[in-house]
């Protein structure tokens, strides 16, 4: 039976708001939800480190190991928008099931692959089902839990936890290989969904559209065909640079596509992304301050993962240990982003946390060969990342406030979209330039001097972009 959530109260973004409490029942659908966004995102990071044993053991060369990432990457980003839909027309907790069934039947492929076609298919299928997870996820959780406090703790602390699974799962990912070998870290995976699963039927309400629209086909093919170029694009030139064909072509072909999409949404009857949607403050600003928190961020952790092991010779070990430092006070932050965005407001929040990240982003540039550097380099990346979980939070609070129920997969699709393109742009187009420079220690900080510029500006047009107009939209 669908649930038409469509008449419940909204309220601001700005709006100040008090501490919720969650029933034992709201407890236990927060933890289904953001038990399966933490797994996805375990998944983004799990394997970096287990690579070399990984090709070593299947006989990929150094070149396919690239394959690893992007044969998750690519349907993972690519069938964001769509599947989004497809959960709002026909149901998200079907969605939601489905897709948490395939990742957990491709985890155990990927677990007992006997060569790389068998691999790489498991990827696939995992980049398949997170697809549909993330925003049937996302949706379920701004449907579940009514805007203002209730849903702004639940979104912090889903934030908190897609943060801390990047993190995690490098240490992990480390840990796990040492010990078991790398199919220990596709297992563990395997293991999140088993667990997951059995609870997610009897929780999760079943969601959807109280109409049914016709799918909108033409805009499916264009937006999916179109980020899949774009993601193959952007994760094959992390590897190889921009100037192979096939990157020039797919980055092309990408954003020529990219474009039709948009032609066809302002012609079709029932389109897939809402145009005015697009059009309105909170979507599109929010929407650029998520991008520029994502991409920029996960350029800091890999050109900070090259230093300290490759400057500063820290074990992986060490390594892991600061980036745990990191994830506490992640979740501290977490913890604390509703009482803050109670105070001042998701927009200022979301403005004020950018500043922040990129001020203390800038404050790495400090860094040298050194030893004592490490202690700056753990103080300054956790406060980042605090001030990053606040922009998490806040941004995807933004853009899904005012948003009636029926539309809120297509709200949380763009701000899941959001995410996963900014996972993998930024370390393509910032940190190659640390991996190509003669000087590491010179490349590191010029991607750190990019990215905080980068940051402190996006602050500045977001802010000025969030501006209520005299009509107060």
């Given amino acids: 039976m669908a649930i038409d959530t469509t008449t419940r109260p909204t309220t601001p ?36 480190v287990a690579l070399p044993e990984l090709g070593s053991d299947l006989g990929m060369s150094r070149s396919a190991l690239q394959w690893a990432v992007t044969a998750f990457a690519l349907p993972s980003g690519g069938f964001l928008l769509l599947f989004g839909r497809i959960g709002d027309l026909y149901g998200r907790r079907r969605l939601f099931l489905a897709g948490l069934s395939l990742f957990g039947a491709a985890s155990l492929l ?15 299928l995992q980049g398949l089902g997170a697809a549909a997870i993330v925003p049937a996820g996302m949706s379920l959780l701004t449907t579940t839990f009514p805007e203002g406090p209730a849903r702004d703790r639940a979104l912090g602390i889903s934030g908190t936890l897609l943060s801390l699974g990047f993190t995690v799962g490098m240490v992990a990912g480390g840990v796990l290989t040492d010990a078991f070998g790398w199919r220990s870290t596709m297992a563990l995976l395997t293991v999140f969904a088993l667990l997951v699963l059995p609870l997610a039927p009897s929780l999760l309400p079943e969601s959807r559209t109280p109409d049914r629209p016709r799918l909108d086909v033409p805009g499916a093919v264009t937006v999916t065909t179109g980020l899949l170029s774009l993601i193959y694009a952007l994760s094959t030139a992390a590897d190889h640079g921009f100037g192979r064909a096939d990157v020039i072509t797919a980055l092309a072909a990408g954003l020529l596509l990219l474009t039709a999409f948009t032609v066809v949404e302002s012609r ?15 979507v599109a600003w929010g929407n650029v301050g998520g991008l520029v928190t994502f991409s920029m961020m996960s350029t800091v952790v890999f050109v900070l993962t090259l230093y300290l092991q490759e400057v500063l010779r820290l074990s992986a070990f060490e390594t892991g240990l600061v980036f745990g430092v990191q994830g506490v006070l992640s979740a501290v932050a977490g913890s604390l982003a509703a009482k803050v965005i109670g105070r001042f407001g998701a927009r200022r929040t979301l403005v004020g946390s950018l500043a922040g990240q990129g001020a203390l982003i800038a404050a790495l540039l400090l860094l040298n060969a050194h030893t004592w550097s490490v202690w700056l380099a753990t103080a300054a990346l956790s406060l980042a990342s605090m001030c990053h979980l606040g922009a998490i939070v806040s941004y995807g609070l933004t853009v899904t406030s005012g948003v009636a129920d029926e539309e809120q997969g297509l709200a949380t699709g763009l701000v899941t979209s959001t995410q996963q393109v900014g996972i993998t742009v930024g370390i393509p187009v910032l940190g190659v330039l640390a991996t190509t420079s003669g000087d590491l220690l010179a490349g590191v900080h010029t991607v750190l001097a990019l990215d905080a510029a980068v940051v402190l500006a996006a602050a500045v047009l977001v802010g000025l972009g969030l501006r209520r107009d005299r009509s107060g939209n």
């Avoid at 990927?110 to 696939?124: E, H, I, K, N």
């Avoid at 079709?268 to 909170?282: D, E, N, Y």
């Fill in 13 to 48: 973004a700005d709006a100040p708001l008090g501490t919720p409490r969650l029933s034992t029942r709201d407890r236990l659908v927060l933890f289904v939800l953001c038990a399966a966004q933490f797994m996805v995102a375990l998944d983004f990071s799990v394997l970096n």
């Fill in 110 to 124: 990927a677990t007992l692959a006997w060569d790389p076609a068998s691999f790489l298919a498991g990827r696939a």
């Fill in 268 to 282: 079709s009857a029932a389109p897939l992304v809402s145009l005015p949607m697009l059009r309105r403050r909170t």
